[in-house]
């Protein structure tokens, strides 16, 4: 895949059934060849859509783009969900520069970003993490959100764009789910965590990370030709993860298992944390690793003020009653266990994650995966991540009264470990160095 030019990419924002937004200045509507300003509401009508502004109202086909006058005049779009699905859960005004297509999408309006892929990672970068972070990391993480989207348009621009890169295997004993980011029938990537990040210039971009992605313009990380499909997470809990025990069953040479530590009797010490006993240590202890530290200038870089509402991303634990988790079992997987008897853990990831587990009810006995299925079924949200250990307390003829999980990291744990990275940029490591810890047997390649 090689790129003459910078490609131009759309951005699903939201989708709602009246979408409010406001313009900075007059912005060129088609079709129609006119002008719209002012604050606007659009929604869908008939079979197109319906504009309402101070100039009038407007009957438009379910397709229109709005194009602004100057680099500089943005949109603000009203009351936009973000961190869907997520315990940050909320809705924010943002403001985005480029384009404005609206599509109608059965009873909602779809709001979607026309904008240029380095302009899109100026925010990302922003919106991902402080725009106060070393520019070592910046340049990382842009590197890193660069290959990723690149990756991305490269399959869903091809013939494969076809496959649903949601896979379920089902049967009476087993459900196992992994979910990737789907190809979206109106546009690229969404703007939400499930993608990347990406709030416009809602969060302010500063000097450091313009200068980070003007100084990475087009550089991506590549094996055996081909654009790496880059992940990243908050924090990989002292273990990253590999790609195939998370997503689709690929191996990809440069997503393995890294110990995320400078120290070389660290990296050779690594426990194998597939066994359960090995698991259960790492877990329940607090080994040292770049992501373990707690120093808030470095938490403050990576963490935003919603994500700073949770502080134990490097080991953590959640209680649950009995009736309680059993509530939020039947409420997310759609099953009714009746009571829970146990969490049994049936396959771990390198990184102490798990891939399969088994719930034990008195109803139903069900194995489920991956990591996210696991994350979804055991909380209202999310749980911070799939690396966890389960202790069952007050125990009554066979049934405990309640569960007690301890858990490592926060999130998936492929690739990149933000945090980790975080504190590598602040002991001087350049770049390079960072994103070759992350990511083994890549190389660095300008693709524009």
């Known amino acids: 895949m090689i790129m003459m030019s910078e490609p131009i990419l759309t951005v699903g924002i939201c989708a709602e059934q009246t979408i409010t937004i406001e313009l900075s200045h007059p912005f060129a509507r088609t079709p129609g060849n006119v002008f719209v300003e002012g604050q606007i509401t659009v929604r869908p009508h008939g079979t197109g859509l319906l504009l309402e502004g101070a100039l ?41 520069l480029g384009a404005l297509k609206l599509v109608r999408d059965g009873d909602a309006v779809m709001a979607i970003n026309i904008v240029p892929v380095e302009a899109y990672l100026a925010s990302v970068i922003s919106s991902e993490m ?47 789910r992994w979910y990737d980011r789907e190809d979206h029938a109106h546009f690229d990537v969404c703007a939400d965590d499930h993608c990347q990040r990406y709030q416009g210039i809602t969060k302010a971009t500063t000097e450091s990370v313009r200068r980070a992605v003007e100084k990475t313009r087009g550089l ?45 009797e660290d ?26 530290t707690r120093d808030p200038h470095i938490l403050s870089q990576v963490l935003l003020r919603f994500d700073q509402e949770t502080v134990d991303f490097y080991r953590w634990t959640v209680e649950y009653a009995q009736a309680e988790l059993s509530d939020i079992v039947r409420a997310r997987s759609g099953i009714d266990f009746g009571t829970i008897l146990d969490l049994l853990p049936v396959q ?84 390079d160095s960072i994103l070759r810890h992350y990511f083994r047997n890549a190389e660095l390649v300008t693709m524009y």
């Open 56 to 96: 009038g109202r407007a009957e438009l086909p379910p397709e229109v783009i709005l194009r602004p006058p100057m680099r500089e005049a943005s949109f603000l779009l009203r009351d936009v969900t973000i961190g869907v699905q997520f315990h940050w859960q909320r809705r924010e005004d943002q403001r985005f």
């Open 130 to 176: 402080s725009a106060t972070c070393s520019i070592n990391l910046l340049k990382a993480h842009a590197i890193t959100s660069r290959s990723w989207l690149l990756a991305q348009l490269e399959r869903s621009r091809s013939a494969v764009s076809s496959e649903k890169r949601i896979a379920v295997v089902e049967t009476p004993e087993e459900r196992v």
């Open 220 to 264: 991506v990380l590549m094996t055996e030709g081909k654009v790496c499909d880059a992940r990243f997470s908050k924090s990989c809990g002292g273990v990253s993860e590999a790609f195939e025990n998370v997503w689709e069953p690929t191996r990809h040479s440069y997503l393995v298992p890294v110990r995320d530590s400078g120290r070389d």
């Open 267 to 292: 990296r050779d010490a690594l426990p194998d944390l597939t066994n359960e006993g090995n698991a259960s240590v790492w877990i329940r202890d607090s080994p040292g690793a770049f992501c373990n």
């Open 348 to 431: 771990r990831g390198y990184s102490g994650r798990l891939i399969t587990m088994t719930i034990v009810g008195t109803k139903k006995t069900l194995t489920i995966g991956k990591e996210l299925e696991i994350r979804r079924t055991l909380s209202r949200t999310h749980l911070y991540s799939s690396a966890f250990v389960v202790g069952r307390g007050d125990v009554q003829g066979g049934v405990p009264g309640r569960f007690l999980l301890r858990g490592a990291g926060w999130g998936h744990g492929v690739g990149l470990c933000q945090i980790g990275a975080a504190v590598m940029g602040e002991k001087g490591y350049a770049a």
